[in-house]
C-alpha cells in the first residue's frame, strides 16, 4: 500500500476579501484538476463539434503566450444551479470542489498568433445553457476561467502566468479547431457509495473512534472517475497527525492523539500513487481524492 502523511492544509480564513477567494480554494480545484483530468483509452468516445465562445489570452512563465479558447456544446450536461451567493459561500467552505463543472479539456494544439509567431492554444469545452450564465456574470466566469487554466496547468505541464491573462474582446477563437471527442457514459455525475469495512471496524473496541465517512464517485462526460472520501475528525488539529494508506481498493486512515483508526475496502480498483488527500484546520475534516482505475471490463 501506499503510505502518506503529506496532507494539504486548508487554513482557517473566513475574514478573507473577495477578492482572495478563488485565491484560498485554487490549491484544492489544483488537485480536484489534476485527479480527474486524464481521459481513459479504453472509454468509448464520441465526436462533438463545439461552438467558440471567447478566448483567453495570457503567458508562459517562459514569456510564450497560450491561448484558451471556451468553447461550448449541448453534449456535455449543464452543472446545477447556484447563485453568486451560494458560489461564494462553496468557495470559503472546507471543500470548494463539491461544485463541479462538466467539462472537456482537449489536447494543446499548435498555431500561429496575429504576428506569425508560433504559439499553444487549448480547447475548454462547457456546457450551452452554462456558457450563456458565465458570458453575463463576472464571477462564474472568473471561476471557468481559474479552472481551465488549472486544467492546462495540470494536465499538460503549461505555466501559465496567472496574472497576466486577458480575455480577447474581438476574437471567439485562436487557431484551427481540431476534432473533439467526450466519453459516451450513461448514469448520474454523484454516485453515492457504500463502504465495506473489515469486520472488525464493525464494531470499534473502547479505545477507538468510529470515525464517520462518506464515500462519493463522481463522473462526467470527458473526464475520468474519481472517488472522493470524507473523514469528519474531531480533535484532530493538523494532517500531520495522521496516517494515511491507500491499496489498489482499500484505505487505512489512523491518528494517535486523539486516537482515530478506520480500515475499509473500496467497490473500484483505485491508482494509489495518484492519490491526493487534504486537511482541513477549521473543520477538522479529512478529504481523500482517488483516481478510479479502468480495465476493459468496465470500458
Sequence with gaps: MSKSNAFLEVPDDSEAPFESLFLQANAEFKNLVQTLAAESA???????????????????TDGSKLFINVCHTPELPEPREISEEELIQ???SEDPTSYRVPLSLGLPHEELDKGGNPCKAFDVIINDAFFRKIESNELFRTFVITVAIDGI??????????????VLKNRRYVGSMPDHHIQNRKGPLIAELDTKPKAEDRQPSGDRKAVPVQLTRHSGPGVGDTLVARFSLPGVKSGGALTLDVGEDRVVLGSK????SFDFFVPHRVDQEAAVAEFDTRHHLCSLFLVVVVTAAHA
Design 153 to 166: 496547468e495540470d494536465k499538460y505541464g503549461a505555466s501559465p502566468d496567472r496574472e497576466s491573462y486577458t
Design 257 to 260: 492523539d486523539p486516537l482515530y
Design 42 to 60: 479504453d472509454t468509448k468516445t464520441k465526436p462533438i463539434k463545439p461552438s467558440p465562445g471567447f478566448c483567453i489570452k495570457l503567458r508562459d
Design 90 to 92: 462553496i468557495l470559503e
